[in-house]
């Protein structure tokens, strides 16, 4: 008999964004004249820009001839693009990260739901509320958990995120093995400053525990002294793993690339309490289940470190910014508080009522999409998320029908 994953049946019903979608479906089987407009997932709208489009044009042409044909390539991607990502996001920024400690990849969802695969099942997983769900429901799936009551998983450890402490988790008042981190955050959008990170750094490393930091929207950073990556905290790259995106500066969440960083200084421990490599393991894990992305694709991210594609790739999140500030602006007249938005495409909103029906209020008298924050964790509760990914015009579209009709 096939038995099903037990673990599975702890799950909420369905993943957050995909729960969002059914009732847009229905709304809209309901309502065939309305024009919805999506401010919930943070999906991008806006075309890749050309450096990126040209580079993936020539190198599709070239799996078209015999001498510049390419089957698989190396799978942890192309030296070409590890050497330009080293060069580009992590040696201005003084960290040591080399292109060997550079893992190409098909996604940052994809890596942050894997990565936890190559750590015991007895560890101890701590998770800010609110929190992007993909980290708690890769935990739960691999057992790491108990069932859901009142909100929690028994077993993880959450680290409330709230108006009280500026979204910023303080450290946990009991031992953890394994901390996920987001900055700027998704879904609050706040960032974390240098001496919080520090604080994350010397606690991974007093109590031999790992951070999974999530940078998948650090391009949208506008101010130098926020930390760009973790690995610039001194120590950070023996206690640290960092995610990366092309999804949300280069226009690439249906193209799919990103970059997951592993130091060889990193390490967990064997049950004799003895080092091993983390990079070994997701070397060894990735050679058994992943076959690398496309040659195209990579060039195509390559060249958003080229020159022009680097003013393209600061075009295209100052656009998003832009629209952020007309969000924010729109909901502050409303007289609601807000955060992120400044350095992230989110921005978070407390609308001191049930989140769920700001949701379907939205939907239904402004045909506007958001996300009910209680989905990301029970501190989520009572807050709405708005995306700044979408056109302009329909930015300007939504926050219009949402001032007349919140
Ligand atoms: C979000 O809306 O939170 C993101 O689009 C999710 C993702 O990047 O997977």
């Known amino acids: 008999m096939i038995r099903a994953n037990k673990h599975f049946k702890k799950l909420q019903s369905s993943y957050l964004f995909y729960n969002i979608g059914l009732r847009v479906k229905a709304f809209q089987q309901d309502n065939p004249a309305a024009n919805v407009i999506r401010l919930g997932i943070g999906d991008v709208t806006e075309p890749i820009p050309t450096a990126c489009i040209e580079a993936f044009h020539g190198a599709v042409d070239d799996q078209g001839v015999r001498a510049t044909f390419r089957g698989y390539g190396p799978n942890e991607g192309y030296p070409f693009l590890r050497k330009v990502i080293a060069e580009n996001d992590f040696r201005p920024r003084n960290t040591g990260i080399q292109a060997d400690e550079i893992f190409i990849s098909d996604g940052s969802k994809c890596d942050c739901g894997n990565f936890q695969e190559l750590f015991s099942p007895g560890t101890i997983v701590a998770i800010t509320d609110p929190v992007y769900p993909v980290y708690v429901d890769t935990n739960v799936m691999a057992g790491r958990t108990g069932s859901f009551n009142d909100g929690c998983y028994d077993g993880l450890v959450y680290l409330p995120c709230t108006p009280q402490n500026q979204f910023k988790p303080a450290l946990p008042d009991q031992q953890v093995d394994l901390i996920y981190l987001c900055s700027p955050n998704n879904p609050t959008g706040a960032v974390m400053d240098k001496t919080c990170l520090e604080q994350w750094v010397s606690y991974a490393k007093e109590n031999r525990a790992l951070i999974l ?99 393209q790739v600061r075009a295209l999140t100052d656009y998003y910014l832009e629209n952020a500030k007309i969000i924010r602006a729109a909901i502050t007249e409303l007289g609601l508080e807000t955060t992120g938005g400044e350095h992230s495409p989110y921005i978070w909103i407390n609308a001191v009522e049930d989140d769920w029906a700001v949701f379907d209020r939205l939907l239904q008298r402004a045909s506007v999409v958001t996300t009910p924050g209680s989905g990301f964790g029970k501190n989520g509760a009572g807050f709405i998320r708005i995306s700044a990914f979408n056109s302009r015009e329909n930015v300007m579209e939504a926050m219009t029908r949402i001032k007349q009709n919140y």
């Open 213 to 311: 930091f999530d940078a998948a929207y650090v391009d949208f950073i506008r101010d130098d002294s926020i930390p760009h990556s973790i690995f610039e905290i001194e120590g950070a790259e023996e206690v640290a793993v960092e995610f990366r995106s092309f999804s949300k500066m280069a226009g690439f969440t249906g193209v799919r690339c990103a970059y997951t960083i592993v130091p060889k200084a990193c390490m967990a421990y064997d049950e004799n309490g003895e080092p091993v490599s983390v990079r070994d393991l997701w070397t060894r894990r990735q050679t058994t289940k992943f076959n690398g992305v496309s040659y195209p694709v990579q060039r195509a991210a390559a060249a958003a470190f080229s020159d022009e594609g680097r003013l």
